[in-house]
């Protein structure tokens, strides 16, 4: 998604061409995302970028899409007995900046899941700037306004070559090549990949394995925030009249078109018996999908160590789609007006002890 977003800042002054080794955009990662925003997310170089984009969703520019690209849904996670110190740290760490997080005793949490047993948690902490976000819409604004303005979608186009000649870089297909002054290599679980056909030196990306599966429901859980519980263990949310449900699993893997593993769908189920008065009967879908992590667990942005016309737009884990608009942003103002990108999220802050070339 951030590659995307990256496309349709430039195409507004620039000449751009999007290479998708897939039919269309979007099957890996954000395509498979549960797709939420959440402003106390990961650390504060995270938040910063989700709430940089929270203008552009909320109001996106006229013309950019047909419908919402956000819902308010809420935020709900559970407090287990032992965890009451932890929840109060992660308290005091978001309170300043997300201030209307809040601790709500167990009839509150009750009240807004009825599902949930009352012996499984202790209190909640109620996140009410929480909200889905329609990823095709967001993905359709994209396109739409990237063909606008006369960028150029290459789907089915899996690269075999690249070639960089001091001024211009050469991209091989399998039918045809493409030429450019600048490749950003938004690729994620197979950035690395794309770095090694370019010659230049990998940076310290890991993709990992997310599962999810959806459960029937009722309209009763129509209305339910998303659910976590406080050791990451577990969430659901309401989905298109059924419930998502996620181990939260972060597994290791190769770059592929993930598939879920049985284990992990059956501590899915596991859990979420655990916590709630709602047997699973049967799974109407599972799946997994990749997000691709750095060791900080920030995204890996700007140029190569060994080549500037390379450009990283990676390492985007699971919060992509909600940092799309800032990262897409801050990309298309590095290289088009040469504005500055945060150390914290450098992409040279493996390399050099840190200096940036």
């Given amino acids: 998604m951030a590659g995307l977003s990256a496309a349709y800042f430039l195409s507004k002054s620039s ?3 999007i290479l998708e080794r897939e039919s269309h955009a979007g099957t890996h990662s954000s395509g498979r995302s549960a797709a939420v925003f959440i402003e106390s997310y990961e ?33 709900l996670s559970l407090v287990e007995e032992g965890e009451e110190k932890l929840a109060d740290e992660f308290l005091d760490f978001w309170s300043y900046r997300c201030p209307s997080l809040k601790m709500i005793d167990k009839d509150d949490v009750l009240s807004r899941v009825p599902a949930i047993k009352p012996g499984a948690f202790v209190y909640g902490i109620f996140d009410p700037e929480l909200y889905d976000i329609d990823v095709n819409e967001l993905l359709s604004g994209f396109s739409r306004s990237i063909r606008q303005h006369e960028g150029e979608f ?15 870089w050469l991209v091989n297909g399998r039918e045809q090549s493409i030429s450019g002054s600048i490749v950003i290599n938004a690729a994620g679980s197979w950035a690395n990949e794309i770095a ?3 010659g230049v030196e990998p940076s310290r990306l890991a993709p990992c394995r997310r599962t999810a599966l959806t459960v029937q429901s009722d309209a009763s859980s129509k209305s339910w925030p998303m ?3 406080f050791s990451k263990g577990l969430y659901f949310k309401p989905e298109a009249g059924d419930l998502l449900i996620s181990p939260q699993d972060e597994t290791e893997s190769v770059p592929m078109d993930a598939f879920p593993d049985e284990f992990d769908i059956a501590t899915a189920v596991d859990r979420f018996e655990r916590f709630c008065d709602h047997p699973v009967k049967s799974i109407k879908r599972s799946w997994a999908g990749l997000r691709t992590l750095a060791p900080d667990r920030v995204p890996v942005v700007g140029p190569s160590n060994n080549n500037q016309q ?3 737009l990676a390492g985007q884990g699971g919060f992509g789609v909600q940092t799309a608009p800032a990262l897409g942003e801050l990309t298309a103002g590095f290289l088009l ?11 040279n802050r493996f390399f050099n002890n840190g200096l940036k070339s």
């Fill in 337 to 347: 007006n040469g504005g500055q990108i945060p150390d914290a999220i450098h992409s």
């Fill in 154 to 168: 290459f789907f089915d186009f899996g690269i075999e070559k690249m070639g960089f000649d001091g001024k211009q």
């Fill in 227 to 229: 659910v976590h519980t």
């Fill in 43 to 75: 650390n504060y170089t995270v938040s910063d970028l989700t709430m940089d984009s929270k203008d552009f969703f909320l109001h996106p520019p006229k013309g950019f899409s047909d419908h919402d690209l956000m819902r308010r849904r809420g935020g």
């Fill in 196 to 198: 090694a056909l370019a």
């Fill in 15 to 17: 000449s751009v061409a």
């Fill in 310 to 312: 390379f450009i990283w």
